[in-house]
């Protein structure tokens, strides 16, 4: 890890960039002092693609699926309009 002042690190940030691209840790200190400490950041976990019908074929939905429980809806709100 390399010790950098701010002065150098400001006239250098190109330089500190591409370290950073290797991987690198710069540490900045103001009169020899560490003041901060400079990580390179991680690139955000990408997630895995949802996949599409991966179930087909294996579930099976009954005829009358829009007409569940009608009879206790109807009975809870009232008729049909």
């Known amino acids: 890890m390399e010790t950098v002042n701010i002065r150098d690190a400001k006239t250098h940030l190109w330089r500190l960039l591409a370290q ?3 991987g690198d840790s710069v ?3 103001r009169a020899g002092k ?3 400490c400079l990580v ?3 690139p955000p976990a990408v997630p895995a693609p949802r996949r599409l019908g991966f ?3 294996q579930l099976r ?3 009358d ?7 206790e809806v109807e009975a ?3 008729g049909r309009p």
Request: net charge negative; charged share 20%.
């Open 20 to 22: 950073f691209a290797d």
């Open 27 to 29: 540490v900045i200190a």
């Open 34 to 36: 560490p003041v901060a």
């Open 40 to 42: 390179p950041v991680e």
């Open 55 to 57: 179930m087909a074929g």
């Open 61 to 63: 939905m009954p005829d």
């Open 65 to 71: 699926f829009d007409r569940m429980g009608q009879d």
């Open 76 to 78: 809870l709100f009232g």
